[in-house]
C-alpha cells in the first residue's frame, strides 16, 4: 500500500486523527497526522518537531493592510487623484461577484469548506508527489494558510520579519498551520475568504479584488464575469507568470480555462458554460490607476498645482506622523477619503481667465489663487502652465542658463504653498499699514501732507538709493498725488509717501508684525533678517511691498479683512474621512476644520475694507475716494459690492491685483518666475486686474450679493478743521 494511501485511510478512521483536525482540536494530534510529513523532509525528528509546533505563536497579530486614499475636489464625486504604496481597497464580501469567490475557493483550495485551516490530506498528497518527483511539485497551503502568510508579510515592520513571513522553511510552515488553526476557531468561512481576497496580490501592483479589477478590466468586484474571475483567480499562484496583460497570453489562458475546469467538477459552473467560456479570448480593458499629483488626468492637469498644494500641507501636519516621511506613509497608506476644497467650477473659470490674457507659452506666468474668507479654503489655483515633470521643449531659465525654465511646463509651486521665495508684491502690501495703524487706535481719518517726494526717517537699506543723505527718499508714482491724504485717499490712490508716513506713525515692526499675524512668512535670508525684532523697525521699504510673498500668501490676508478680521489657515481640505467612515481627529478636533482666529478687530478690519472699496470704483460708505483711483474698473467688471489693491513693483518687474467681496478673495499676479529683471512692464499692470475681476464676477454669479458691513464710531475719526501743513520732510521730486 503507498504512503498516500495509508495516510489517508489513517485519517478517516472514525473516532481518530480526521475528525480532529476537521475541528481544529489537539494541536499535538494535529501535528502528529499533518506535520509529519514536513518534518520529515526537513529532517526534524518527530519530537523536535512537536516540540517546535507548540512553541510557535497561537494568536494572528492581524495589522491593518495598506490602503488607498482618494482625494475628490469639493463636489466629493470628481476624483482628483490617489497616493498609494499598495494600490487596494477594503471591499466586502456582500459586494464581491460569487463569480469571483467561487474561482479563487476552485483555484487555490478546493476543501476549503471541509477543512478547518490544514488540509491533512493535501498535505499527504503533496509529500508523496514532492518525494516522488524529488522537488516541490505541489503545495498544500489552504487559503486559511495562505492568508495568515500574506497577514504575517503585511505585519511586517522589517526585512527579517518580511523573510520570516515567506521563506521556504519548514518552521515558517508549522507556524502558518498552528495560526490557520486559531483562524479557522474565530472567523467562520466567509470572514475568512473576505479577508483573503482583500491583501491576495493579483500583479501590476494590485492587492486585493478590488483592485484587481479596476486595473484589468475596469470593473467592481460585483461585476466580474465568470471568465475575469477565472482569469483573476489563476493570477494570485504566480502573477508573472500567467499576466493577461502580457504580450502572450497563452499562459494566462492556459491557467484560466484550468480554473474554470474546476469550477466545472465543483458544480460552480455547468460543463456547458465552462466550454463557451473557454472558448472565449481573455478580454481586457486595463487601467492604470493615478498615483500621486503627477498623475492628475489630463483634462484637469491645471489642478495638478492645487494637488502639490495640498500635499504639501498634508506634509506639515503633525496629526499624521513626526516626520515629513511618517506623514507621507501615512497618506500612502491610510486609505483616508479626502474632499478637497478645490471647487471645480472656480478652478475652471480662474484658468480661462489667466490663459486668455496670457498664452502658457509666455515667459511671464499669470496667476490666481481663490480664498474662501471665514474659512482660508483655497477654492481654485490656476496659472498659465502645464503641470509635467517634462521640461524638454522649455526656455531658457534665465538669458545666459542652460537650466530649463518653468514655461511651459513645471511643477514649481509658482502659487505658493511650496519652497519658492515668491514675487515682490509692491503696494498691496499697503494693507498691512494700515490695518497696522488703524489696530494701533489710529482712525481712518488721519492725515498727512504727502509730497511727492519725502525724505523718511528711515536709513537707506539694501538695494534703495541713498540720495538723501543716507535717508530712504521714496517717491510716489504721479505727481497728481501730491496733496493731503487719509486713508481712503491714500489707499484709493496708492500714495507711497502718504504710506510711509503712516508707517513711521505706528512703527514698522507692527507692521511686519500684522503680516505675519496675516500669514506671511519670510523664505529669503534678507527677509528674514530684515524681519527680525533687531531690524524690523527699521525696514521702512516694507510698506512698499519689498518682501517675496505669494499669491496663496496675499490672498489669504485679504480674505481676513473680508471676514471681519477673522484670519484662517489657508486649508485645502473640507474633509477627511478614515477607513471606518469617521472624520479624522487630532486632539479632540477634527483635522480639515477651518483653523481661525481673530487676528484685528471687526472694526479695523471693516474700516480697512471701506478704505479698499476706494480701489475699485465702487466707493467707500465713510468718505469720499479723491474723485480717482488705480483701479476704477474693476466694480464694473465684478457688478457687486468688491474692494482690492493694486500693486506693482520697482521697474514694472510684477504686477498685481489682490480683490476681495464678502464671499471671496482673489490674487493674481503677473511676474517671470525666471528671471525677475524681466520686468511685465506697465502695459500688463490690466492683466491681473481683468483676470481676477472676471473670475469673481463669474464665480459669483449664481449666489446672492454680499455687502460690506460700514465702519462707524471712533475707528473713522474727525477730519482736521484745516488741512495739515506742508511736512518740512518733503522734498524737491528726485532726479
Known amino acids: 500500500m503507498s504512503l498516500l494511501s495509508r495516510l489517508n485511510g489513517f485519517l478517516s478512521i472514525p473516532g481518530r486523527f480526521g475528525p480532529i483536525v476537521r475541528a481544529g482540536l ?73 463569480n469571483i469567490q467561487r474561482a479563487i475557493v476552485a483555484s487555490e483550495d478546493g476543501r476549503f469548506y471541509e477543512h478547518r485551516g490544514v488540509d491533512a490530506k493535501g498535505i499527504a498528497r503533496a509529500f508523496v508527489a514532492n518525494q516522488t518527483a524529488g522537488t516541490v511539485s505541489q503545495g498544500a497551503s489552504t487559503l486559511t494558510m495562505q492568508y495568515v502568510r500574506m497577514a504575517l508579510r503585511d505585519g511586517s515592520q522589517t526585512p527579517r520579519e518580511v523573510m520570516a513571513a515567506t521563506e521556504q522553511t519548514t518552521a515558517r510552515k508549522l507556524r502558518e498551520m498552528r495560526l490557520a488553526v486559531r483562524i479557522e476557531q474565530e472567523l467562520t468561512k466567509t470572514e475568512i475568504l473576505e479577508r483573503y481576497l482583500n491583501v491576495a496580490y493579483f500583479g501590476h501592483r494590485a492587492y486585493g479584488i478590488f483592485a484587481a479589477a479596476q486595473i484589468f478590466f475596469s470593473k467592481l468586484p460585483a461585476d466580474l464575469t465568470v471568465a475575469e474571475a477565472a482569469t483573476l483567480a489563476g493570477l494570485v499562484k504566480a502573477p508573472s507568470a500567467f499576466d493577461p496583460a502580457g504580450v502572450d497570453q497563452t499562459a494566462a489562458t492556459d491557467r484560466r480555462n484550468y480554473v474554470i475546469d474546476r469550477m466545472a467538477e465543483m458544480g460552480y ?166 490695518l497696522a495703524a488703524l489696530d494701533s487706535g489710529l482712525p481712518m481719518n488721519t492725515w498727512f501732507y504727502a509730497p511727492q517726494t519725502y525724505r523718511s526717517q528711515y536709513f537707506a537699506g539694501w538695494g534703495e538709493p541713498a540720495s538723501c543723505s543716507g535717508r530712504w527718499c521714496p517717491s510716489n508714482a504721479s505727481g497728481s498725488m501730491t496733496g493731503n491724504h487719509a486713508m481712503w485717499t491714500g489707499f484709493g490712490k496708492s500714495v507711497n509717501t502718504y504710506f510711509v508716513q503712516l508707517e513711521q506713525k505706528v512703527g514698522a515692526e507692527k507692521v511686519v508684525g500684522m503680516a505675519e499675524r496675516l500669514g506671511l512668512r519670510w523664505r529669503t535670508d534678507i527677509d528674514k533678517l530684515q524681519a527680525s525684532p533687531a531690524k524690523a523697525n527699521g525696514w521702512g521699504s516694507f510698506t512698499l511691498g519689498v518682501a517675496d510673498t505669494t499669491p496663496l500668501e496675499m490672498a489669504n490676508a485679504y480674505a481676513t479683512v473680508a471676514a471681519d478680521g477673522r484670519y484662517c489657515e489657508a486649508l485645502p481640505v473640507i474633509s477627511i474621512t478614515e477607513t471606518d467612515g469617521k472624520p479624522a481627529m487630532h486632539n479632540g478636533v477634527e483635522i480639515a476644520a477651518p483653523r481661525c482666529s481673530q487676528a484685528v478687530s471687526p472694526d479695523a478690519a471693516r474700516a480697512a475694507a471701506d478704505a479698499a472699496r476706494c480701489v475699485t470704483g465702487y466707493g467707500a460708505a465713510a468718505s469720499g475716494c479723491g474723485g480717482w483711483s488705480t483701479a476704477p474698473q474693476v466694480y464694473g467688471l465684478v457688478g457687486r459690492p468688491v474692494a482690492g489693491k493694486t500693486g506693482t513693483t520697482d521697474n514694472n518687474r510684477a504686477a498685481w491685483f489682490v480683490g476681495f467681496t464678502p464671499d471671496l478673495a482673489v490674487a493674481s499676479f503677473m511676474a517671470d518666475p525666471d528671471n525677475p529683471f524681466h520686468g511685465v512692464g506697465g502695459g500688463n499692470a490690466w492683466k491681473p486686474i481683468e483676470a481676477a475681476s472676471r473670475t469673481l464676477r463669474q464665480a459669483l454669479k449664481d449666489q446672492p450679493i454680499a455687502y460690506f458691513t460700514a465702519p462707524e464710531g471712533n475707528i473713522i475719526g474727525k477730519a482736521p478743521a484745516q488741512a495739515p501743513a506742508k511736512n518740512s520732510a518733503a522734498l524737491a521730486p528726485a532726479h
Open 26 to 98: 489537539t494541536a499535538g494530534l494535529i501535528f502528529a497526522a499533518v506535520a509529519y510529513p514536513l518534518v520529515a523532509v526537513g529532517g526534524l525528528g518527530m519530537k523536535a518537531g512537536s516540540d517546535l509546533y507548540q512553541s510557535l505563536p497561537s494568536a494572528l497579530n492581524v495589522m491593518p493592510p495598506a490602503q488607498t486614499t482618494y482625494v475628490y475636489a469639493a463636489d466629493g464625486k470628481t476624483p482628483l487623484t490617489m497616493f498609494y504604496d499598495e494600490y487596494r481597497k477594503f471591499t466586502p464580501i456582500s459586494a464581491m461577484s460569487e
Open 269 to 434: 459552473v455547468s460543463a456547458e458554460t465552462a466550454v463557451t467560456t473557454k472558448a472565449e479570448p481573455i478580454a481586457l480593458h486595463v487601467t492604470e490607476p493615478p498615483n500621486d499629483c503627477i498623475s492628475v488626468a489630463p483634462e484637469i492637469n491645471d489642478w495638478g498645482f492645487f494637488c502639490d498644494f495640498f500635499k504639501n500641507w498634508w506634509l506639515d501636519q503633525p496629526a499624521f506622523g513626526d516626520t515629513p516621511a511618517e506623514r507621507l506613509d501615512k497618506l500612502r497608506r491610510g486609505g483616508y477619503r479626502i474632499v478637497s476644497s478645490l471647487d471645480p467650477g472656480v478652478q475652471a473659470i480662474a484658468m480661462n481667465e489667466v490663459t486668455t490674457k496670457e498664452k502658457i507659452g509666455s515667459s511671464y506666468a499669470l496667476g490666481q489663487v481663490v480664498i474662501q474668507p471665514g474659512t482660508g479654503r483655497v477654492k481654485a489655483m490656476a496659472v498659465n502652465r502645464v503641470y509635467s515633470l517634462d521640461k524638454t521643449g522649455n526656455g531658457r531659465h534665465t538669458g545666459s542658463s542652460d537650466e530649463p525654465g518653468n514655461y511651459p511646463n513645471t511643477v514649481n509651486p509658482l502659487l505658493g504653498g511650496g519652497d519658492l521665495p515668491g514675487y515682490q508684491a509692491g503696494s498691496t502690501f499697503k494693507m498691512f499699514t494700515m
